[in-house]
Every structure is written in structure tokens, then in C-alpha cells.
């Protein structure tokens, strides 16, 4: 894709590559399949644009050469390098045939170094005719082969500007058997540009070079292996409608993290495709509220994997009634019923997800207030008020010591100590009725206790002299 280099400012395109998966599985005849990559790279002029601090042509000659070192010792495996925008510069005007086959097939461990080679020696000139080369690719680029699986990695950094039409392109060689439903790996795409490139296939974010790496190898993995796995966060009718909430992959019985993802619903409203090693057990947790876990995970190699975990979830949300005209907003304590684990500390005027069941709360106002056995049902939301605090603010006649109490006629229930070094002080306390105990830090008689009892109401302000 080409476009003016002032406009790649304003537009800010962002560098994607998308896997076009291509097969021959009709003509399959054994088990040993030749895998056939051909790498689709985009050196239009937009490649000089920057991307972390380095130009994207450079990061990706990086990336690329390092991921042609790591497919060397692959088995079974040939590739070659097809480039576009690469022999014509841009001006006076574009070349939409400029796309050649820069290295045909071989055997990874001989083609590896000879596709790092050249894709070191590209620079940036004309623009990016995607459709185009797409079709070249699946007409001319690939030898015949009765046991072959044909796979096209596009590597690009933005869309079709020569009038063609890759979503098109994709479809009709979807319908003849040629490909299969590309990947989509970009970075920083807008929504606007996700839409246009959504046509041809699922979408992956990169974000860095380190994501770049990781999400080619993940790619690549699953283009070999033809391994793919989904996970179904069941909620109370069993189905997998449960979604947002981030996944961690640990090699079983081990502390070592392989793999962390966020879950997501794509758009055709099921749980989005994962790339996971077929070659390892795994260990998952689901961190809702409480986590949820499964040990011992098979992967089955070629085939889609569906791992199911019930985690039914509900929403509480915490409010404050009244006017809360001291802005303050207290914490609370959740923990599963009947259990003294913390499992999260929510604030007030905030919803939280939950796994659905009974919570203890504890709510850190003062004093205390103490919840038990509350609900949280399936997709609903519990909302939990209580009255905003008052504040108080105490005068002392010197620095001392000094307690507020509850005071409901028939007991005193301590709630919290006063400052000693202070002269005066303010405190936060639910509505009610109370009692301050207070003594100057000089004086040595017990009788010169000074008791106030007051009236906490939500919102409001008060003053209480302690002499």
C-alpha cells in the first residue's frame, strides 16, 4: 500500500501482517505433508514511516531475519519471498505491478538464508498493490505438489492503493479451496482501519517488536500444526457467553507462565481462537473474582481444542446514599461467604464482576459495617448502599488521649482512638449516636475525664469540644 508520505503522518497507518493460510488438503496422500510458506513482503514507501522509535522497515528486516534463523531446522518444511513496492519509486506515479517472486521455493535450511539476505538488502521505493500480488501468488509462485500444504504470510503496514480489492481476492480463492480465512496481525490499527481489513481475516495486535516476534511464531505454529484452541467460559446455562476476563497458561504442575490472553468474543459471537504448543500439558487459571482453574490441559495436534471452564458471573456494585459532602469514599472487603480470604477490595461508586454466589463484605467505614451472604446472580447486579459518612471535627483544650464509641443507650462499642498529639482532628463516622471518652496528656487525675455524647447525621458537619 502506498500513500503519500504526508498523508501517512495525518492517517497515521500502523504496520500489519496478515497469514493467508492456503491448502491443498483434497490432494493430501500421506501423513509426511510438505508445508510451503511463501512470504509476502510489503518495501513500499510507507515502510520508512516510524514505529518505536526505529523505522518500520528496520524493525521488521530485524524481526524478519531472526524468524528466518528459528525455521531453519524445520522439517518438512520449504519457503519462499515474493516482494512488492520494491523496484519502481513512487513518483510521478505508481507501478501496480511492481511485485516479483524474489526467491523461489526450496528447503527452509538452504531458503532461510537466502530470504534474510535479500530482505536485508530491500529499500522502501513505490507503493503497495496487496490484491494484486495476492493473485500472482496463488497463480504463479507455487510448483505443483500432490502433498503439499500452501500457506501465504502477508507482511504489510497498511491497505490496498492500487484499486484492487484483497478482501475480494481472499473470498473467491477461500471458495475454491485455495485459501483458508487469513490472520490479521497489526499494530495500533483504529477501529476504522480494523473494519477495512476485517474482510479478510481474524486480527492480531501488535503492539512492539517483542509482540511482533511472539505473534509470528504463535502464527507460524499454528499454520504447521494446524492446532487451535478456544475456551468456553461457561456461565449457568452452559453456555460460553462469558467473556473480558484475562487467562493464564502455566506449563502443568509448574509455576512457569507460557502463555497470558485476554478472553474475547469475536464477531461472530463466539470465544476467539488461541495459538497454544500442542507439545505441552497445561495448568489454566481464569482470574475473575474468585479465580477459577483446570489442571492437566491436552492440546490434540490438528485439531481445534475447546477447553471448557464454568465461570458463571454477576456484577455488584457499591453506592453511597445521601449527600457524601466530605468526597470521602471507603473500601470494602469481599470474601467469598464464610470465608476469611480476601478476595478483593471494591470501592465505593465502582461495579465489579464476581463469580456468582454468596459474598461477606466488610465495609471500611467507621465504624465497620459487616454484610453477610450477599448475592451475586448470573448477568445481574446486586447494588449494595449505604448512607454517606458525617464528618466531625473535635476540639481538644491540649493534646491528649481519647476514644469514640457507639453508643446505643445500652452498651458503648469502641470504634476508633484519637489522635494523641493532636489538638484537633477530624473524623469520618457513619449516622449515629456516639460517645468521645477524653483526658489531657498533663493531667494525672482520672476525674478530670471529659465525656461528650453527639449525633453523627450523613453528610453533615459537626463540630465537638472536648472540654
Known amino acids: 500500500m502506498f ?4 498523508k501517512l503522518k495525518t492517517k497515521n497507518l500502523k504496520l500489519f501482517v496478515f497469514i493467508l493460510l492456503t491448502s491443498s488438503f483434497l ?19 510507507s515502510m520508512y514511516s516510524i514505529w518505536n522509535n526505529n523505522t518500520r522497515i528496520e524493525v521488521a528486516k530485524k524481526v524478519m531475519g531472526e524468524f528466518m534463523d528459528s525455521l531453519k531446522n524445520v522439517p518438512d518444511l520449504e519457503i519462499a519471498l515474493r516482494c512488492y513496492g520494491h523496484t519502481t519509486f513512487f513518483r510521478p506515479e505508481r507501478n501496480c505491478k511492481d511485485s516479483q517472486l524474489e526467491v523461489p521455493f526450496a528447503a527452509a535450511k538452504t531458503n532461510a538464508l ?22 500472482e501468488a496463488a497463480k504463479n509462485d507455487f510448483p505443483p505438489c500432490d502433498n503439499c500444504r500452501n500457506m501465504i504470510v502477508l507482511i504489510t503496514d497498511g491497505i490496498e492503493e492500487c484499486g484492487g480489492n484483497p478482501c475480494e481476492v481472499s473470498l473467491m480463492m477461500q471458495r475454491q479451496g485455495i485459501f483458508l480465512r487469513p490472520f490479521v496481525i497489526g499494530l495500533g490499527l483504529d477501529l476504522k482501519f480494523m473494519d477495512v481489513m476485517g474482510c479478510i481475516g481474524k486480527f492480531y495486535d501488535v503492539s512492539n517488536e517483542a509482540n511482533f516476534r511472539d505473534v509470528l511464531n504463535l502464527v507460524i505454529t499454528e499454520a504447521l500444526t494446524q492446532t487451535t484452541v478456544q475456551v468456553d467460559l461457561l456461565d449457568t446455562d452452559k453456555k460460553p457467553t462469558e467473556t473480558d ?32 504448543d500442542p507439545n505441552l500439558k497445561y495448568d489454566l487459571v481464569v482470574h475473575s473474582i474468585p479465580p477459577q482453574e483446570k489442571k492437566n490441559i491436552s492440546i490434540v495436534k490438528g485439531k481445534h481444542n475447546t477447553i471448557p471452564v464454568d465461570a458463571p458471573q454477576g456484577f455488584m456494585h457499591l453506592d453511597l446514599e445521601g449527600v457524601n459532602s466530605n468526597k470521602i469514599f471507603p473500601a470494602t472487603i469481599v470474601r467469598k461467604g464464610g470465608d476469611m480470604k480476601t478476595l478483593n477490595i471494591q470501592d465505593f ?34 447494588t449494595i448502599k449505604i448512607p454517606a459518612s458525617g464528618s466531625v471535627q473535635f476540639s481538644k483544650p491540649e493534646i491528649g488521649y481519647g476514644s469514640i464509641y457507639v453508643d446505643n443507650g445500652k452498651q458503648v462499642t469502641w470504634v476508633c482512638n484519637l489522635k494523641p498529639n493532636l489538638k484537633g482532628e ?9 460517645k468521645a471518652v477524653f483526658r489531657t496528656g498533663f493531667s494525672k487525675e482520672t476525674l478530670k475525664t471529659v465525656e461528650k455524647n453527639f449525633e453523627v447525621k450523613s453528610g453533615a458537619v459537626i463540630t465537638v469540644n472536648l472540654f
Not at 3 to 6: A, E, T
Not at 117 to 129: D, K, S
Not at 426 to 434: D, N
Request: charged letters at 25%.
Open 3 to 6: 500513500r503519500k508520505y504526508s
Open 27 to 45: 490432494n493430501l496422500k500421506s501423513q509426511n505433508v510438505t508445508n510451503r510458506i511463501l512470504f509476502v513482503f510489503d518495501d513500499s514507501y
Open 114 to 135: 537466502k530470504i534474510k539476505q535479500r530482505i536485508l538488502r530491500l529499500e522502501p521505493l513505490g507503493t503497495t498493490p496487496i490484491a494484486y500480488s495476492l493473485g
Open 245 to 276: 476476563v484475562n487467562m493464564t497458561f502455566y506449563e502443568a504442575g509448574t509455576n512457569k507462565v507460557k502463555y497470558n490472553y485476554l478472553h474475547t468474543i469475536n464477531t461472530r459471537g463466539n470465544p476467539d481462537t488461541l495459538i497454544l
Open 349 to 382: 461508586n465502582k461495579t465489579e464482576k464476581y463469580i456468582t454466589g454468596k459474598y461477606d463484605l466488610e465495609v471500611l467505614t467507621l465504624p465497620r459495617i459487616y454484610m453477610k451472604d450477599v448475592e451475586i446472580k448470573q448477568s445481574s447486579t446486586n
Open 426 to 434: 477530624t473524623v469520618y463516622l457513619q449516622p449515629g449516636k456516639y
